[in-house]
T-cell receptor, first 112, second 112 residues
Framework: TQLLEQSPQFLSIQEGENLTVYCNSS?????LQWYRQEPGEGPVLLVT?????EVKKLKRLTFQFGDARKDSSLHITAAQPGDTGLYLC????????????FGKGTLLTVNP | NAGVTQTPKFRILKIGQSMTLQCTQD?????MYWYRQDPGMGLKLIYY???????DKGEVPNGYNVSRSTTEDFPLRLELAAPSQTSVYFC???????????FGNGTRLTVT
C-alpha cells in the first residue's frame, strides 16, 4: 500500500507570510496532483507534476516534484485569506485515477 | 454547465436504514467515482465506473453498492447503515482515466 504523508497537518499564519507544505512518500509515483478544498466544497485540482525535479508556478503558488518522484512541496508567497483551505496531495502510479493515493491534507488558515 | 451535482447535501440516518446518494454530471464524462472523506484520513475510493453498465470496487467498498445505467448518473446505495459510514461522500468524474477529477460538493451523512 502506497502512503503519502503530508506535513504539517495544521498551519495558521498571518496574511503576507510565506509558507511551505510537504507531501512525502517512500514510494515512487508517476505523477502527483495538488488539490485545494474549501469548507463545504469538493477538492479542486491546482496542478499536476509529472517529471522529477519539475517546478510549476501558479501565481503565488510554487509546486515542486522531487527528483526521485517520491515527494513534493507547495510554497505560497505572501499568503492571503483566500488561500485558506485544505491542501491535498494525491499520487498516481499506473496511469489511472482509480489508483490515486490521497494524503490526509494540510489545513491552512490565513488570518487577515 | 453545472458540473458534478450531488444530492442531498446533508442527511441523518438511523442505524439499519438505507438510502441512496445521488450523483449526476453534465460533462459527458465516461469515468465516475465515489470517495469518502473522514477527518484526518484523506479521501478513500469506494467504487468507480469506466462507463455505463460497468462498475468496479475501490479501496473501501464494503457496505455500499453502485449502479451506472446512464453516462450521467452514478448513484451510491447504502444498505443497513452503520455508524462507521458516518462521513462526507464525494462523487467525481473525469473525461479519461488519467485526466483531472471534477468533484461535486459532497453529501455529509451522519448515522446514529
Amino acid at each position: 500500500t502506497q502512503l503519502l504523508e503530508q506535513s504539517p497537518q495544521f498551519l495558521s499564519i498571518q496574511e503576507g507570510e510565506n509558507l511551505t507544505v510537504y507531501c512525502n512518500s517512500s514510494s515512487v509515483f508517476s505523477s502527483l496532483q495538488w488539490y485545494r478544498q474549501e469548507p463545504g466544497e469538493g477538492p479542486v485540482l491546482l496542478v499536476t507534476v509529472v517529471t522529477g525535479g519539475e517546478v510549476k508556478k501558479l501565481k503565488r503558488l510554487t509546486f515542486q516534484f522531487g527528483d526521485a518522484r517520491k515527494d513534493s512541496s507547495l510554497h505560497i508567497t505572501a499568503a492571503q485569506p483566500g488561500d485558506t483551505g485544505l491542501y491535498l496531495c494525491a499520487g498516481e502510479d499506473g496511469g489511472s485515477n482509480y489508483k490515486l493515493t490521497f494524503g490526509k491534507g494540510t489545513l491552512l488558515t490565513v488570518n487577515p | 454547465n453545472a458540473g458534478v451535482t450531488q444530492t442531498p447535501k446533508f442527511r441523518i440516518l438511523k442505524i439499519g436504514q438505507s438510502m441512496t446518494l445521488q450523483c449526476t454530471q453534465d460533462m459527458n464524462h465516461n469515468y465516475m467515482y465515489w470517495y469518502r472523506q473522514d477527518p484526518g484520513m484523506g479521501l478513500k475510493l469506494i467504487y468507480y465506473s469506466v462507463g455505463a453498465g460497468i462498475t468496479d470496487k475501490g479501496e473501501v467498498p464494503n457496505g455500499y453498492n453502485v449502479s451506472r445505467s446512464t453516462t450521467e448518473d452514478f448513484p451510491l446505495r447504502l444498505e443497513l447503515a452503520a455508524p462507521s459510514q458516518t462521513s462526507v461522500y464525494f462523487c467525481a468524474s473525469s473525461y479519461a482515466d488519467w485526466s483531472p477529477l471534477h468533484f461535486g460538493n459532497g453529501t455529509r451523512l451522519t448515522v446514529t
